[in-house]
């Protein structure tokens, strides 16, 4: 069984673009969330998707979006970035709901 | 709503030292409680988990948590420290209100340990 997995590993933008981050989550799972970890804090829940819908929205605004495929991967699309956008993003997935979430090893997302 | 407070920011400890890492929760339900450890440039490792039964919860690489409802803790600890602990530790409570389950975590606490 293959672990989850997120591309790229790292990316640089600049303010005001757009991005587009990947995860490929364990096979069968069909729950994906999302967290924004900042420097030195703890990871923030951007959203959560269960087969193929959003099912849960942290603190986050709209520019902040994301899609799951039935394919197991997802995607974490921010617009208008902004400086504080600059952080870790992970994502999880799960067999289920409520089930242990099982973690990438995240992108590290600069944003100049 | 759910939050968790993790005391101290850095800990350091001798190789062979006990390990004590702290987190205190709040839930206004019965909490469901993880510790998660992050190494350089990588993702969170479930380390254990506490739903319920026993207060006690050990999980991998001999690190075990007491799940205590009166002090409102879930402090970690390991009995002795060897150089490969050293990496962040956060901890976490599951919050499932609205229908997802999202977790909310500590802003967690690098542990050092020193040969």
């Known amino acids: 069984e293959t672990g989850v997995t997120q591309s790229p590993t790292h990316l640089i933008k600049t303010r005001g673009q757009q991005v587009t981050l990947r995860c490929s989550s364990q096979?069968?799972?069909?729950?994906v969330s999302w967290y924004q970890q900042a420097l030195g804090q703890g990871p923030q829940f951007i959203f959560q998707?269960?087969?193929?819908?959003?099912?849960g929205r942290g603190n986050f605004p709209p520019r902040f979006s994301g899609l799951q495929f039935p394919n197991y991967s997802s995607e974490l699309n921010v617009n208008a970035l902004e400086l504080d956008d600059s952080a870790l993003y992970l994502c999880?997935?799960?067999?289920?709901?409520?089930?242990?979430?099982?973690f990438g090893p995240g992108t590290r997302l600069t944003v100049l | 709503a759910q939050s968790v407070t993790q005391l101290g920011s850095h800990v350091s400890v001798s190789e062979g030292a006990l390990v004590l890492l702290r987190c205190n929760y709040s839930?206004?339900?019965?909490?469901?409680l993880f510790w998660y450890v992050q190494y350089p440039n990588q993702g969170l490792q479930l380390l254990l988990k506490?739903?319920?039964?026993?207060?006690l919860v050990k999980g991998i690489n001999g690190f075990e948590a007491e799940f205590k409802k009166s002090e409102t803790s879930f402090h970690l600890t390991k009995p002795s420290a060897h150089m490969s602990d050293a990496a962040e530790y956060f901890c976490?409570?599951?919050?499932?209100?609205?229908?997802?389950?999202?977790?909310?975590f500590g802003k967690g606490t690098k542990l050092t340990v020193n040969p």
């Open positions: 096979s069968g799972h069909n729950t």
């Open positions: 506490y739903t319920t039964g026993a207060t």
């Open positions: 976490a409570v599951s919050d499932r209100q609205g229908g997802s389950e999202k977790l909310v």
């Open positions: 999880a997935s799960s067999l289920d709901l409520y089930s242990e979430q099982f």
């Open positions: 998707y269960y087969r193929e819908e959003e099912n």
């Open positions: 839930s206004s339900v019965p909490p469901y």
